[in-house]
């Protein structure tokens, strides 16, 4: 997927696409969006396959994708989404950090004063962030989950340096 994605960098640097696909149509639609781009054919069935799973998993049939290409943080503080679920794929570069349940102090979450988190009190004493890897494939719970209010999961995306680019792929109930 690499030469995709320094294609995708190179040419097109602000990438970013959003749309509602079915299992069926998911490639094409992924392929149009990357037009121009060389070797995408491997992106876009990876894509394509991600789209199927979630939707059969969750009996979904069609998702709401988005597609980022990010040279910034997206959501630099940690935050929950107000969702059932949200499958998170970062497909390079530095991927997403989140908190165990039990690293959270929830009573800070949106109401941090402009503070960093690391100097917030969201982050429990004696806990750490957690990062997933370029590549892995989350499930992130929301608090729209049945029964889940006040307990979606917190995450933010990483502090990356000037110019260290993202491809974010989020796929959502549509």
């Known amino acids: 997927m690499t030469p995709c994605i320094e294609s995708l960098i190179k040419k097109k640097p602000k990438f970013s696409t959003v749309m509602i696909l079915t299992?069926?149509?998911?490639?094409?639609?992924?392929?149009?969006?990357?037009?121009?781009?060389?070797?995408k054919h491997e992106l876009c069935e990876h894509i394509s396959l991600l789209v199927d799973m979630f939707c059969t998993l969750f009996e979904l049939k069609?998702?709401?994708?988005?597609?980022?290409?990010?040279n910034q943080p997206m959501c630099?503080?940690?935050?929950?989404?107000?969702?059932?679920?949200?499958?998170?794929?970062?497909?390079?570069?530095?991927?997403?950090?989140?908190l165990p349940h039990s690293a959270v102090n929830r009573t800070k979450l949106g109401s941090r004063d402009g503070l960093a988190d690391e100097s917030s009190g969201i982050i429990n004493p004696d806990?750490?962030?957690?990062?997933?890897?370029?590549?892995?494939?989350?499930?992130?719970?929301?608090?729209?989950w049945h029964n889940n209010?006040?307990?979606?999961?917190?995450?933010?995306?990483?502090a990356?340096?000037?110019n260290v680019h993202r491809l974010l792929l989020t796929l959502d109930f549509a």
């Not at 069609?62 to 990010?70: F, I, N, T, V, W």
């Not at 494939?137 to 729209?144: C, D, M, S, V, Y």
């Not at 209010?149 to 990483?158: F, M, T």
């Open 160 to 162: 990356t340096e000037q």
């Open 76 to 98: 630099p503080k940690f935050h929950v989404d107000k969702v059932p679920c949200r499958l998170v794929s970062t497909l390079y570069g530095p991927a997403t950090q989140w």
């Open 127 to 144: 806990s750490h962030v957690e990062q997933l890897s370029c590549g892995d494939i989350a499930l992130l719970k929301g608090e729209n």
């Open 149 to 158: 209010e006040h307990a979606g999961l917190v995450h933010r995306s990483p």
């Open 62 to 70: 069609c998702a709401g994708l988005r597609l980022k290409l990010l």
């Open 23 to 39: 299992p069926a149509d998911a490639y094409q639609h992924i392929a149009e969006s990357l037009n121009g781009i060389e070797h």
